[in-house]
């Protein structure tokens, strides 16, 4: 919160999984800017981003580092546990860790590469709902849950089998959750980005999914290739685009908004369509 006004979150207690990655850290500032307390949940090995995180707060205290991994329901169901007793009744849930992998055509998908997108972006987002609702359902001031799927969440592309069909899942997920958690004044909504400029997009890996021609592509060879498939002039958002939307949605300015899907993507697919 600055400024001496009441946050948009102000009291507030959020869980974000995936906290230590380029969205989720942008997310966990944006809401503590806001007044909300953030659990924030990552790998072990993420550990040292998530203190860093900590220590780079005015008030350290409004985020509490996790070790879970989404596979693992136990350990999610202890952080959440965990949460709860050190910052009180949880009401904000981001179920945003997740990760992109080279596929190829669906004829030559590893399976490893499946494997580990359905476990992670698809069975990971039902573990946290698991080991989060019962504790959202006892809120009486309700909760706002956000599920991170994509572009991919409402147009497939070529060569993404998996990750399309992870992030399509959660648009029937999030409608379905938002039948279970609407008696208990619960909202459930995703978020589809296009491009963020983080680790996930910006890595060599899928920087030579764009331009195979060179050895050892960096960002600014893929920039022209990323504007072409949006309306607005720009190749990659930033991941304070998303955290503002996440903001708006766990807020109680969007009190009535639930199992809306919303595009952060600079109109890209309603340009493919
Ligand atoms: N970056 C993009 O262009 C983009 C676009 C649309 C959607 N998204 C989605 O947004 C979410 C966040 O993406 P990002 O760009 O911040 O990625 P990122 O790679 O920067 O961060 C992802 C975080 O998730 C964590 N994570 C991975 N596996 C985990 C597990 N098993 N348990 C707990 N944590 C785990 C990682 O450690 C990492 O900190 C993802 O679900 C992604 O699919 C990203």
Redesign the pocket.
Known sequence: MSGGRAGRVEGKVAFI????????AATALRLIDEGARVVA???ER?QP?LQQLRESLEDPSALLPVS????DLPSLQRAAERGHREFGSLGIVFA?????VPEGPVEELPASAWDSLVS??LT?VVHTAQATFPLLKQNPEGSSVIL?????GIRGGGNSSG?TAT?TALVGLSETWAHELGPYGGRVNTT??????????LNRDNLRRYRPDLPDPRPDDVIEAFKRGKLLDVA?ID?AD?ANAVLFLASDEARYITGAHLPIDAGSTIKWG
């Not at 945003?96 to 992109?100: E, F, I, K, Q, R």
């Not at 991170?148 to 991919?152: E, G, H, L």
């Not at 589809?192 to 997009?201: C, F, M, R, S």
Request: proline share 4%.
């Open positions: 999984t995936g906290a230590a990655g380029g969205i989720g949940v990552d790998l993420r981003v879970a991994d989404v596979t945003n860790a997740g990760v992109l992670i972006n990971g991170a799927s994509s572009t991919a990750y992030k589809h980005p296009t491009a963020v400029g983080t680790d996930l997009v990659w991941p998303v």
